[in-house]
Protein backbone atom coordinates (compact mmCIF):
# COMPACT_ATOMS: atom_id res chain seq x y z
CA UNK A 1 0.00 0.00 0.00
CA UNK A 2 0.93 3.44 -1.15
CA UNK A 3 3.05 5.19 1.81
CA UNK A 4 4.42 2.60 3.98
CA UNK A 5 6.31 -0.38 3.19
CA UNK A 6 7.54 -3.38 4.78
CA UNK A 7 10.22 -5.81 3.84
CA UNK A 8 9.92 -9.43 3.12
CA UNK A 9 6.68 -10.21 2.07
CA UNK A 10 7.45 -13.82 2.95
CA UNK A 11 9.54 -15.50 5.36
CA UNK A 12 10.49 -18.84 6.65
CA UNK A 13 12.58 -19.39 10.33
CA UNK A 14 13.10 -21.78 12.16
CA UNK A 15 12.66 -22.19 15.98
CA UNK A 16 15.23 -20.08 17.57
CA UNK A 17 16.42 -17.84 14.91
CA UNK A 18 15.93 -14.31 14.87
CA UNK A 19 14.88 -11.84 12.35
CA UNK A 20 13.66 -7.59 11.94
CA UNK A 21 10.67 -6.99 10.01
CA UNK A 22 11.47 -3.56 8.22
CA UNK A 23 8.86 -0.74 8.03
CA UNK A 24 9.51 2.65 6.28
CA UNK A 25 6.91 5.24 5.62
CA UNK A 26 7.06 8.58 3.33
CA UNK A 27 5.39 10.92 4.78
CA UNK A 28 6.66 11.42 7.85
CA UNK A 29 4.14 11.09 9.89
CA UNK A 30 4.93 10.73 14.28
CA UNK A 31 2.13 7.80 14.73
CA UNK A 32 3.33 4.19 13.93
CA UNK A 33 1.87 0.57 14.70
CA UNK A 34 2.77 -2.98 14.23
CA UNK A 35 0.03 -4.91 14.44
CA UNK A 36 -0.01 -9.00 13.97
CA UNK A 37 -3.63 -11.10 12.45
CA UNK A 38 -4.20 -14.11 12.91
CA UNK A 39 -7.22 -16.20 11.47
CA UNK A 40 -10.29 -15.40 13.21
CA UNK A 41 -8.68 -13.03 15.92
CA UNK A 42 -8.39 -9.61 14.14
CA UNK A 43 -5.58 -7.11 14.40
CA UNK A 44 -3.36 -6.84 17.71
CA UNK A 45 -1.37 -4.32 18.23
CA UNK A 46 2.50 -5.31 19.34
CA UNK A 47 4.08 -1.91 19.74
CA UNK A 48 3.92 1.70 18.91
CA UNK A 49 5.23 4.46 18.62
CA UNK A 50 3.99 8.17 18.91
CA UNK A 51 7.47 9.64 17.43
CA UNK A 52 11.32 9.08 16.84
CA UNK A 53 12.94 7.69 19.85
CA UNK A 54 9.52 6.94 21.70
CA UNK A 55 8.07 3.50 21.24
CA UNK A 56 5.70 1.62 23.91
CA UNK A 57 4.37 -2.02 24.44
CA UNK A 58 0.86 -2.94 23.08
CA UNK A 59 -1.25 -6.03 23.88
CA UNK A 60 1.04 -8.73 22.75
CA UNK A 61 4.87 -7.37 23.01
CA UNK A 62 6.37 -10.57 23.95
CA UNK A 63 8.80 -11.55 21.90
CA UNK A 64 9.14 -8.77 19.94
CA UNK A 65 10.81 -5.39 20.67
CA UNK A 66 10.92 -2.21 18.24
CA UNK A 67 13.36 0.54 17.77
CA UNK A 68 12.44 4.17 16.48
CA UNK A 69 15.22 5.93 15.61
CA UNK A 70 14.06 8.14 13.12
CA UNK A 71 11.06 9.02 11.98
CA UNK A 72 10.58 6.97 8.63
CA UNK A 73 11.59 3.81 10.25
CA UNK A 74 9.89 1.31 12.49
CA UNK A 75 11.33 -2.03 12.39
CA UNK A 76 10.36 -5.05 14.54
CA UNK A 77 12.75 -7.48 16.10
CA UNK A 78 12.33 -11.43 16.93
CA UNK A 79 14.29 -12.73 19.17
CA UNK A 80 14.20 -16.53 19.33
CA UNK A 81 11.47 -16.95 16.73
CA UNK A 82 8.88 -19.48 18.05
CA UNK A 83 5.60 -21.65 16.43
CA UNK A 84 3.61 -19.05 18.11
CA UNK A 85 5.07 -15.57 15.84
CA UNK A 86 3.70 -17.42 12.56
CA UNK A 87 1.18 -14.48 11.92
CA UNK A 88 0.68 -11.86 9.24
CA UNK A 89 2.67 -8.61 10.42
CA UNK A 90 1.46 -5.42 9.74
CA UNK A 91 3.01 -2.02 9.89
CA UNK A 92 0.80 1.35 9.71
CA UNK A 93 1.09 4.82 9.98
CA UNK A 94 -1.20 7.99 11.25
CA UNK A 95 -1.27 11.77 10.99
CA UNK A 96 -2.93 11.34 14.55
CA UNK A 97 -6.33 9.89 16.12
CA UNK A 98 -8.29 11.59 13.50
CA UNK A 99 -7.19 10.39 10.29
CA UNK A 100 -7.05 6.62 10.93
CA UNK A 101 -4.33 4.54 9.37
CA UNK A 102 -2.52 3.38 6.17
CA UNK A 103 -1.53 -0.02 6.17
CA UNK A 104 1.64 -1.56 4.54
CA UNK A 105 0.76 -4.94 2.62
CA UNK A 106 2.31 -6.73 5.40
CA UNK A 107 4.85 -9.16 6.05
CA UNK A 108 4.06 -13.64 6.00
CA UNK A 109 5.73 -15.15 8.64
CA UNK A 110 6.08 -19.12 9.18
CA UNK A 111 7.62 -20.77 12.35
CA UNK A 112 8.80 -24.23 12.03
CA UNK B 1 -10.45 0.70 28.01
CA UNK B 2 -12.19 -0.06 24.63
CA UNK B 3 -13.83 -3.16 22.93
CA UNK B 4 -15.27 -3.92 19.51
CA UNK B 5 -17.37 -6.89 18.98
CA UNK B 6 -18.48 -8.07 15.11
CA UNK B 7 -21.75 -9.91 15.69
CA UNK B 8 -20.95 -12.18 12.45
CA UNK B 9 -18.17 -13.96 11.54
CA UNK B 10 -19.45 -14.58 7.96
CA UNK B 11 -21.97 -12.94 5.59
CA UNK B 12 -23.32 -14.98 2.76
CA UNK B 13 -25.04 -13.19 -0.02
CA UNK B 14 -26.08 -12.14 -3.20
CA UNK B 15 -25.43 -9.99 -5.69
CA UNK B 16 -26.94 -7.11 -5.86
CA UNK B 17 -29.21 -7.54 -2.44
CA UNK B 18 -28.21 -4.93 0.37
CA UNK B 19 -25.84 -5.87 3.32
CA UNK B 20 -25.63 -4.57 6.87
CA UNK B 21 -22.26 -5.88 8.78
CA UNK B 22 -22.97 -5.27 12.65
CA UNK B 23 -20.77 -3.67 15.22
CA UNK B 24 -21.00 -3.24 18.68
CA UNK B 25 -17.88 -1.11 20.93
CA UNK B 26 -17.52 -0.66 24.92
CA UNK B 27 -16.32 2.51 26.02
CA UNK B 28 -16.56 4.51 28.99
CA UNK B 29 -15.28 7.44 27.47
CA UNK B 30 -15.87 9.44 23.84
CA UNK B 31 -14.32 7.31 21.08
CA UNK B 32 -13.46 7.34 17.36
CA UNK B 33 -14.77 4.55 15.37
CA UNK B 34 -13.56 3.30 11.62
CA UNK B 35 -14.51 0.26 9.46
CA UNK B 36 -11.30 -1.31 7.78
CA UNK B 37 -11.31 -3.46 4.43
CA UNK B 38 -8.85 -5.81 3.34
CA UNK B 39 -8.97 -7.89 0.13
CA UNK B 40 -7.20 -11.30 -0.05
CA UNK B 41 -3.66 -10.57 0.52
CA UNK B 42 -3.07 -7.31 0.84
CA UNK B 43 -3.01 -4.60 3.70
CA UNK B 44 -6.35 -2.79 5.30
CA UNK B 45 -7.82 -0.04 3.49
CA UNK B 46 -10.01 2.66 5.50
CA UNK B 47 -13.58 2.33 4.33
CA UNK B 48 -14.87 5.61 6.44
CA UNK B 49 -14.65 7.37 10.15
CA UNK B 50 -17.29 8.75 12.40
CA UNK B 51 -15.25 11.21 14.21
CA UNK B 52 -18.18 13.42 15.55
CA UNK B 53 -21.26 15.35 14.34
CA UNK B 54 -23.67 13.61 12.07
CA UNK B 55 -24.49 9.89 12.86
CA UNK B 56 -24.62 8.63 9.03
CA UNK B 57 -21.08 8.53 7.26
CA UNK B 58 -20.53 8.22 3.87
CA UNK B 59 -17.73 6.05 2.80
CA UNK B 60 -15.47 4.68 -0.40
CA UNK B 61 -17.68 2.08 -2.96
CA UNK B 62 -20.95 2.99 -1.97
CA UNK B 63 -21.00 1.91 1.49
CA UNK B 64 -22.01 3.83 4.43
CA UNK B 65 -22.12 3.26 8.69
CA UNK B 66 -24.44 5.22 10.85
CA UNK B 67 -23.62 5.56 14.81
CA UNK B 68 -25.68 5.28 17.34
CA UNK B 69 -24.78 6.38 20.74
CA UNK B 70 -27.35 4.68 22.62
CA UNK B 71 -27.13 1.04 21.48
CA UNK B 72 -22.95 1.77 21.00
CA UNK B 73 -23.30 0.50 17.14
CA UNK B 74 -21.51 1.40 14.62
CA UNK B 75 -23.08 -0.76 12.03
CA UNK B 76 -22.02 -0.93 7.97
CA UNK B 77 -24.31 -1.19 5.14
CA UNK B 78 -24.46 -0.69 1.47
CA UNK B 79 -27.57 -1.07 -0.45
CA UNK B 80 -26.19 -3.32 -3.11
CA UNK B 81 -23.29 -5.18 -3.07
CA UNK B 82 -21.23 -6.68 -6.10
CA UNK B 83 -18.81 -9.56 -6.46
CA UNK B 84 -16.04 -6.79 -5.94
CA UNK B 85 -17.24 -6.32 -2.38
CA UNK B 86 -16.09 -9.84 -1.51
CA UNK B 87 -13.55 -9.03 1.34
CA UNK B 88 -12.97 -9.35 4.87
CA UNK B 89 -14.23 -6.05 7.01
CA UNK B 90 -12.87 -4.69 10.35
CA UNK B 91 -14.42 -2.67 12.61
CA UNK B 92 -12.32 -0.45 14.98
CA UNK B 93 -12.30 1.67 18.06
CA UNK B 94 -10.13 4.83 19.27
CA UNK B 95 -9.92 6.93 22.33
CA UNK B 96 -8.83 10.21 21.01
CA UNK B 97 -7.87 11.53 24.20
CA UNK B 98 -5.38 8.33 25.52
CA UNK B 99 -1.89 7.85 24.30
CA UNK B 100 -0.66 6.37 21.45
CA UNK B 101 -4.46 6.37 19.98
CA UNK B 102 -3.53 2.77 18.68
CA UNK B 103 -7.23 1.39 17.11
CA UNK B 104 -8.43 -1.76 18.31
CA UNK B 105 -9.89 -4.12 15.99
CA UNK B 106 -13.01 -6.61 16.22
CA UNK B 107 -12.09 -9.97 14.66
CA UNK B 108 -13.40 -8.71 11.51
CA UNK B 109 -16.44 -10.62 9.20
CA UNK B 110 -16.02 -12.24 5.86
CA UNK B 111 -18.30 -10.71 3.42
CA UNK B 112 -19.02 -13.40 0.46
CA UNK B 113 -21.08 -12.22 -2.80
CA UNK B 114 -21.93 -14.81 -4.96
CA UNK B 115 -23.92 -14.67 -8.25
Known amino acids: NAGVTQTPKFRILKIGQSMTLQCTQDMNHNYMYWYRQDPGMGLKLIYYSVGAGITDKGEVPNGYNVSRSTTEDFPLRLELAAPSQTSVYFC???????????FGSGTRLTVV | AQSVTQLDSQVPVFEEAPVELRCNYSSSVSVYLFWYVQYPNQGLQLLLK??????LVKGINGFEAEFNKSQTSFHLRKPSVHISDTAEYFC?????????????FGKGTTLSVSS
Open chain 2, 50 to 55: YLSGST
Open chain 1, 92 to 102: ARSQGPSYGYT
Open chain 2, 92 to 104: AVSAPNQAGTALI
